[in-house]
């Protein structure tokens, strides 16, 4: 009976993307508000190309850290999709879909800080002032690594919400967010932490795609994602999309975002192949040095 136990759980995972269900991971958590940005945009590309590969739903599994999640996505067994940023660690063991989901827009960064440190943060106009303060960063994200290649000093975590729960301890002194992300996460814990504020006057900068990730031996589930969002960028349906969902309407017009201060940081772990001009997929308002 174990030994049989075994093989279903074993195959049952593969019956079910066979039979057309996508499986991704659910919300880190009841405040994560980004997460259904990411889901629709899957949906709209699978059924983009129903004609082709037929109807299929996507489904959630466990919640996983980051780091889990690749390995599980790269063995193929209970996730099928991943959105990440990317790097070119990533980019060796997971097939990417490079269509910046963002178009870019996660490479702005803004931050997290408690409210009595905002004078502090109103004389940071510099690398070198930055490399002073202690960011929190999730322990398997790229923008880890990306910042303390930059010199910046990191307070790595693996848990998401518990990242909020250290900067509100002052365990670190900011929680660099995606613009699309900072607003509404302050938003849902504005009760819970009401010492912290996001801090939108800085924006640290560096090019940093979302890409849609599916295991390396899935080739026609990466071709069919690719076939789906750039016939939604054809369509116009892709820039409808980032401009009105809930998680993302706020950042428009771009412009008030480059008028901010900014200290625009090199990403190594960028791989060098990666179309950053390419305008149709990304939005480019700062260097793209690397």
């Not at 945009?41 to 959630?60: D, I, W």
């Not at 599980?72 to 060796?92: C, F, M, N, P, Q």
């Not at 960028?233 to 201060?261: M, N, Q, V, Y």
Request: a positive charge; aromatic letters at 10%; charged letters at 25%.
């Amino acid at each position: 009976m174990r030994i049989l136990l075994s093989l279903l759980l074993f195959i049952f995972p593969a019956m079910l993307s066979a039979q057309g269900v996508i499986r991704t991971i659910p919300p880190q958590s009841e405040d994560d508000v980004s997460h259904s940005y990411f889901t629709t945009l899957l949906t709209m590309a699978l059924r983009q190309t129903e004609a082709e590969y037929g109807v299929s739903r996507v489904a959630y599994t466990t919640q996983m850290e980051q780091g889990r999640a690749v390995e599980e996505l790269a063995r193929g067994r209970t996730l099928d999709v991943y959105w990440a940023g990317t790097s070119i660690s990533r980019e060796k063991k997971l097939k990417p879909v490079r269509l910046p989901l963002l178009k870019g827009l996660l490479g702005f960064r803004v931050s997290l800080i408690r409210r009595d440190r905002q004078t502090e943060f109103d004389r940071v106009e510099t690398l070198q002032k930055l490399q002073t303060l202690v960011a929190c960063q999730g322990k398997h994200w790229p923008d880890s690594d990306v910042l303390e290649a930059a010199g910046i000093q990191v307070q790595r975590g693996a848990i998401y919400e518990l990242m909020f729960r250290q900067l509100n301890a002052g365990r670190c002194d900011f929680f660099p967010r995606g613009v699309h992300e900072g607003v509404a996460e302050m938003a849902a814990r504005q009760g819970k932490y009401p010492e912290m504020m996001l801090y939108p006057e800085l924006i640290i900068y560096y090019p940093f795609p979302m890409y849609f990730f599916v295991a390396p031996g899935n080739l026609k589930l990466a071709q069919r994602l690719e076939l789906g969002l750039n016939r939604m960028i054809d369509s116009g349906e892709f820039s409808r999309h980032l401009r009105e969902h809930p998680a993302t309407a706020h950042l428009f017009p771009l412009d008030k975002w480059i008028e901010k201060r900014v200290i625009s940081l090199p990403n190594p772990l960028l791989p060098p192949d990666t179309p950053v001009t390419e305008a149709r997929y990304w939005i480019q308002p700062y260097d793209h040095s690397r």
